[in-house]
């Protein structure tokens, strides 16, 4: 099955996490992404976490990840030979799609303007950190940058103590999904009325959705949302957080919201005496004493692994899960086993390596991991050749003229 | 067939049928922000949804919940009890006429009442019908019981999330189910593309704890399973192999981040290092080693401890200086450096670049004598603008238009049904 999407060509832009992740959707999904890098440097994260610790611009682990199933070919934009390349390829593409700031695209002779005039019903996609226009339009941002604007990063924390933010990058996540959707939507629209279109893509504004129920809050009721450690503001419940377990740094979280939860969460715990106490009555009773509550749970989670009680607890209808680690997600999960979630596929130079499956499984058309992430170059012969009609020796006149 | 003359939006000539619990709400929204016609159907009196806070001027009312108003807009609201022979009937005859059906029940449940993709496939063979589950709708945990925060624990993103010493967090407003959502709309999207190509429906099965893992961007495989660290939580700290230093700190109203020393000789952080020393140099709070450094020899992976605590020292100190606004407007605006202060939701609103964008969106709740102010559309499409045409439906405010306009019952029919508690 070569996946919905096949037939689609994408030529891709964009570097690090945000960009290349929308496009690796589609590449998933059997669209053939192009993706054009520096030439000699490629994208940067090429460099980061390199497999086995060995150097080398092939051997990057995120890029590996998060470029699979794409083509590679090497320009030196700033050599007009290179913008004259790409003039050529683009009325080939579907898709444009970059993540530069403003400015970069239009030196090249690459905005949209002109993008239409190579291809009528081009669709160009410009995935930035805070969009086109507006007085910040073109400031540098990355994932701490963009979250902090959002409000996530103040809202990640215990109340009493400074916020810690969120673990990794989720602009970069929800920047990248925003960017895949709105790509299949203007596919979608061309489908049906032959038009193209600019989507200008703010990563801060597909980021603050997420926040809705924070943000009217405020606008409603003049709150300010604040840190509540792993509590649920707006909803009573307690137990309700992560309690510590055997073992190093080895956790459970545990939510209890309903009178029923609460008495097959004490069965469960053999009905200890503290559970009868007064004090722990009712769900607002609970959340009144929840840090002496929270601590006599974390006494008998203390006794278990995270497994032990997310299992017993679970086995008593008690919404419980162990806080996975990588290892544990890759090597111990038995859900994610069963799901298949985790496949393999080959690298040409790092060899059969595991990569995340997708996270829905369609019934008609699965999608697949193909192939890991291209070599810096890999497709230059393939896409001036095959797709350009470049012969051989032109390839070799502007590889030696530094050009691919 | 859906009405393809109206293409004045992405998606208007689609319907949606909206079976979702908080699980998947979100999606069914983003469909209407397309200009799909989508329908939430909740049982008869109310979904459960509803109850959630916070509430319209903290009103406990299942017409006032900020978090239903949130992720129902552009929606049409029907009542149906879809347990019962008649509302199964009721649900059937909707299907025919609809592209799209999400649901977020337990793995078994709508198999139980003849209503599984199977079932409805074959009223509707072009039917595209998303399931969001927690876990997928197979395997040993498929029917574990779930919450927002065992969701974000099982995805690996609770571990990553909080300082060392210290429980893994969230973050303090529900997520998970909105990842859900996310993936579950992108999947729709995909069988979209294909049904449209075929006229072949198909089933989109969901796993939360998969979107989760997602969203951790390659941790899991990039960085352990291909470079072998197991990621650690570590707060607002750069943990690096020879030192750990702050890429956060707290400055005179609030706290910054901006990655103090950054991670490496990207333009960005050079820029942003030069632009801090001249700005701590007018001020005569730079140090000669801070004057004298040359930011693009910095790198992360081989800097010691030594070094970085009397890099860090004098900056964390300057910025102890400075306000949220004044990071703001002489860090960012003026010196371009990638920095940025810890927005408050009220920072957010008062944010010059989103209100130059025209960002925020105003709703009209008529029930309430006021409009409301909602984020607004997630991109900037030039031929066809994400629309918020409506706010979240009251219980059943669209039963009369559409049982009795759409599917012709008639009045006594309705009361009928609504009597036996079928809608």
Known sequence: ?404 | MPDYSRTDTLLGPYRVLDLTSELGLMCGKMLGDLGADVIKLERPGGDPARNRGPFYKDQVHPEKSLFWFAHNVNKRGLTLNIRCADGQELLKRLVTTADFLIESYAPGFLESLGLDYEDLSQINPRLVMVSITPFGRTGPKARHKMSELTMWASGGEMYLTGDPDRAPLWISLPQAGLQGSLEALAGAMVAHWHRENTGEGQHVDVSIQEAVIWQLMGTPIGLWACHGENQQRRGTMQVQPKATYPGAGQCKDGFFTGGILGGGASLHTVRTQQGLVSWMDAEGRATPELKGYDWRRFDGRSVTQEEADRLAKPILDFYKTKTVRQIHEEGVVQRRMTTAAFYTAKDVLADPQLQARDYWVKLEHPELGESLTYPGAYAKMSETPLKFRRRAPLIGEHNDELYRGELGLSASELALLKGRRVI
């Open chain 1, 1 to 404: 099955m070569e996946g919905a999407l096949a037939g689609l060509r994408v030529l891709d832009f964009t570097w690090v996490l945000a960009g290349p992740s929308s496009t690796r959707f589609l590449a998933d999904h059997g669209a053939q992404i192009i993706k054009v890098e520096q030439r000699g440097t490629g994208d940067r994260v090429r460099q980061a976490v390199l497999a086995d610790a060995k150097p080398g611009v092939n051997r990057g682990g995120y890029f590996n990840c998060i470029n699979r199933g794409k083509l590679s070919i090497t320009l030196n934009m700033g050599d007009p030979r290179a913008q004259g390349l790409v003039r050529r390829l683009v009325p080939l593409c579907d898709i444009v799609v970059d993540n530069f700031r403003p400015g970069i695209m239009e030196r090249w002779g690459l905005d949209y303007e002109n993008l239409r005039r190579l291809r009528p019903d081009i669709i160009a996609l410009s995935l930035s950190g805070m969009g086109r226009t507006g007085p910040y339009a073109g400031y540098g941002s990355f994932g701490p940058n963009l979250q902090a604007l959002s409000g996530i990063t103040y809202l990640t924390g215990f109340p009493w103590r400074d916020p810690v933010g969120f673990g990794y990058s989720y602009s970069d996540y929800t920047g990248g999904w925003a960017g895949a959707l709105a790509m299949l939507q203007a596919l979608h629209y061309r489908r049906r009325t032959g038009q193209g279109q600019f989507v200008d893509l703010s990563q801060l504004e597909a980021l603050l959705p997420m926040l809705g129920v924070g943000l009217m809050d405020l606008t409603v009721n003049g709150r300010q949302a604040t840190r509540a450690g792993n509590r649920l503001p707006g909803q009573p419940a307690a137990p309700h957080g992560a309690y510590r377990c055997r073992g190093d740094d080895q956790w459970c979280v545990i939510a209890v919201f309903t009178p029923a939860e609460w008495e097959a969460f004490c069965r469960a715990l053999g009905n200890p005496p503290w559970a009868v106490d007064p004090k722990f009555a009712s769900v607002t009773a609970r959340v009144q004493h929840q840090d002496e509550l929270d601590r006599l749970v974390e006494e008998w989670t203390g006794q278990r692994t995270p497994d032990q009680v997310m299992e017993h607890l679970q086995s008593h209808g008690v919404a419980a899960a162990a806080v996975r680690e990588a290892p544990d997600l890759i090597d111990r999960d038995p859900q994610l086993r069963e799901f298949g979630f985790w496949v393999e596929a080959d690298h040409p130079e790092l060899g059969r390596r595991l990569y995340e499956g997708m996270p829905f499984k369609l019934s008609e058309t699965p999608g697949a991991v193909r192939r890991g992430s291209p070599l810096l170059g890999e497709h230059n012969d393939l896409v001036f050749g095959e797709l350009l009609g470049l012969s051989p020796e032109e390839i070799a006149g502007l590889k030696k003229a530094e050009v691919i």
